[in-house]
C-alpha cells in the first residue's frame, strides 16, 4: 500500500518543479486523487484533483500549476511553473480508492526569493 510522492527540492522565485506520485494497484482511484499542501505553521490546503477525469486546481495555482496523469503507470503529477516563495510547502499526494483515503509521505518545495 503506498503513495510514493517526489519531485520536491529547492527553487528560486519563478522557477518550476514537478511533483510525482507513484500509486499502487490498492492506492490508485480513477475516481479521486490530488495534491495538497503544508506550508509551516498552516493547516493543509488543498491544492488540485482529478474527480473522475476532471482537473481543479485551487485559485492561487490557475495558470501556474497543471495537475495531470498517467493512468497506465498509475503516476499522478504536478507541474508547477512561476513558483513563489508562498508555495513553500511540504505537498503531499492523496487518493479515495475502494472506501478508504491514502496518504503518501510529503515533498518538500521549498521556493527562495
Known amino acids: 500500500v503506498q503513495l510514493q510522492a517526489s519531485g520536491g527540492g529547492l527553487v528560486q522565485s519563478g522557477g518550476s518543479l514537478r511533483l510525482s506520485c507513484k500509486a499502487s494497484?490498492?492506492?490508485?482511484?480513477?475516481?479521486?486523487m490530488g495534491w495538497y499542501r503544508q506550508a509551516p505553521g498552516k493547516q493543509r490546503e488543498w491544492v488540485a484533483t482529478?474527480?473522475?477525469?476532471?482537473?481543479t486546481l485551487t485559485d492561487s495555482v490557475k495558470g501556474r500549476f497543471t495537475i495531470s496523469r498517467d493512468v497506465r503507470s498509475k503516476s499522478l503529477y504536478l507541474q508547477m511553473n512561476s513558483l513563489k516563495p508562498e508555495d513553500t510547502a511540504d505537498y503531499y499526494c492523496?487518493?479515495?480508492?475502494?472506501?478508504?483515503?491514502?496518504w503518501g509521505q510529503g515533498t518538500l518545495v521549498t521556493v527562495s526569493s
Open positions: 492523496t487518493s479515495r480508492s475502494g472506501g478508504r483515503e491514502f
Open positions: 494497484s490498492i492506492t490508485w482511484s480513477n475516481y479521486f
Open positions: 482529478f474527480r473522475g477525469s476532471t482537473p
